[in-house]
């Protein structure tokens, strides 16, 4: 036996050594940031001027630090056929106060940093398809964006196939959001209890993208999302849910340079229904159906770069207003849940209607006025400096209004406020940066309500900070 076994040894060490290995490349990498910011003011918006965050008497006022760790792994085969990706996020981990209740220590901000938050951020396969179809497919927990976040953005769970042909690209996907946390009814009274009627299944998300890169001047893109599952906002415990929701998308846009000009377009229309409104307003079923436009345009000269942002989203009725059977011009979210929509798919602000827009994707702070795309626009313009690579500092400002005043619920007036905002941002080492942000909200002085105005305060934020790429 031991002779035999030594037989096996050997050849088996053969074969290893003659058989062509195949190689595996691992890589890491990731960034971490680090922040301190003051600001008052700050804050999703409610759908009532009363519970505003504006409201002079709301109390978020927000003195802390965060830190944020994301950690990013890969593994392929020598020819990157096959990818495992997998990135982690540890955070936000917050320190200090807040009088709105988002203290640090809700977040592992204590003094021994119990309860840091650590979470799986991507977790996904990559790989070519076979027989030399010029596509990959890619599944599991991944990161997905269409134009600007306007539908989806951030992250989502399911199928992606993409490829490219000559000036064609495309793409087509299935994602899954678990019905539990999106809207399914809950027939019985525990908190757990399980999930029943069409919205007991989870929400399936469809969609396709093709890309056309025809020429410098104009590389037009046209997609379409459908979306099959309940979208119920608060169902009412004990009561089945008898209606599925679909909703439908389609957005087409252009990028392109013209001459010395850079310019993007962007146009989306979504139709949603049968959408279940809360049960503490009728709980009655609306249609939802709108539309939003966002664009564009910068020039470069020399060190200065000047541009201009436009954008205008539906709207004539308020959140917690109207009778069964009307149409709601919000514009619809993939997701809802208590009235706005959550989670990464679909959770958009357009560009120009948050504070401190263009906030590099929220290193410096990205929230503010539109919780929801609806019956409002922005327009505003912004310069920005560049005397050194290392260096840049932009000064914006824009004008927010509501596309139909008669039925703003915040003043009942066209305006919503005018933002200023200051950036700069110095690149100490290569993928390491260093910031400062100054921001200004002005609101009107008074809100409408129903009983009377309602005194209104100014947004306020300043934060500096560092985040390291590598």
């Not at 040894?9 to 490349?25: F, K, R, T």
């Not at 409201?55 to 978020?60: G, Q």
């Not at 944020?68 to 981990?93: C, K, M, T, W």
């Not at 989502?156 to 793409?171: D, N, P, T, V």
Request: proline content about 4%.
């Amino acid at each position: 036996m031991r002779k035999f076994l030594q037989v096996v040894g050997i050849a088996a060490l053969v074969i290893l050594v003659v058989a062509p290995a195949m190689a595996i490349d691992f890589k890491f990498s990731g960034s971490y940031r680090f922040r301190m910011y003051a600001a008052d003011g700050i804050g999703a918006e409610t759908g009532s001027v009363t519970t505003s965050p504006f409201a002079k008497t709301s109390n978020n006022q927000r003195n802390q630090s965060d830190f944020r760790a994301r950690p990013y792994f890969i593994v392929s085969d020598d020819n990157g056929n096959i990818q495992s990706h997998l990135r982690f996020e540890i955070g936000d981990v917050t320190f200090g106060d807040s009088s709105d209740g988002t203290v640090g220590r809700s977040s592992g901000g204590t003094p021994p940093l119990d309860g840091v938050n650590v979470e799986t951020k991507w977790a996904f396969i990559d790989f070519q398809l076979p027989f030399g179809i010029p596509a990959r497919l890619r599944a599991g927990a991944q990161p997905f964006y269409l134009p600007k976040g306007t539908i989806l953005d951030d992250e989502a769970m399911g199928l992606r196939l993409y490829g490219s042909q000559g000036m064609f690209k495309y793409e087509a996907f299935w994602f899954q959001v678990d019905e539990r946390t999106n809207g399914a009814t809950v027939t019985g009274a525990a908190a757990g209890a399980l999930a029943s009627g069409p919205a007991a299944d989870d929400v399936d998300v469809y969609g396709a993208k093709i890309d056309l890169a025809l020429s410098p001047a104009f590389n037009p893109y046209l997609y379409g999302v459908y979306r099959h599952g309940s979208v119920v906002t608060s169902p009412v415990v004990g009561t089945n849910d008898t209606a599925s929701s679909d909703g439908y998308w389609i957005g087409l846009g252009a990028t392109g340079k013209l001459g010395i000009v850079n310019y993007d377009f962007d146009f989306v229309y979504g139709y949603d229904e049968p959408y279940l409104r809360s049960a503490a307003v009728g709980g009655f079923f609306q249609t939802r159906t709108g539309w939003m436009i966002d664009t564009g345009a910068e020039m470069p000269i020399g060190p200065v770069t000047a541009g201009l942002r436009f954008t205008y989203s539906t709207g004539d009725k308020a959140d917690s207003t109207g009778n069964s059977g009307d149409t709601n011009e919000d514009f619809p979210a993939i997701m809802y849940a208590g009235g706005a929509p959550t989670s990464s798919m679909g959770n958009y602000g357009p560009k120009g209607s948050q504070i401190f827009w263009y906030s590099n994707d929220s290193t410096y702070w990205r929230g503010g006025y539109c919780s929801q795309c609806a019956n409002n626009y922005a327009i505003g313009a912004y310069v920005q400096y560049n005397p050194v690579k290392a260096l840049m500092t932009r000064l914006a400002y824009f004008y927010i209004g509501a596309t139909k005043s008669s039925t703003n619920y915040f003043t009942g007036k066209s305006q919503i406020g005018q933002e200023i905002s200051l950036v700069s941002e110095y690149e100490l080492y290569t993928g390491f940066k260093l910031w400062g942000v100054a921001g200004i909200l002005f609101t009107p002085n008074n809100g409408q309500t129903a009983a009377g105005g309602v005194e209104l305060k100014d947004v306020t934020l300043f934060s500096v900070g560092m985040r390291h790429d590598f």
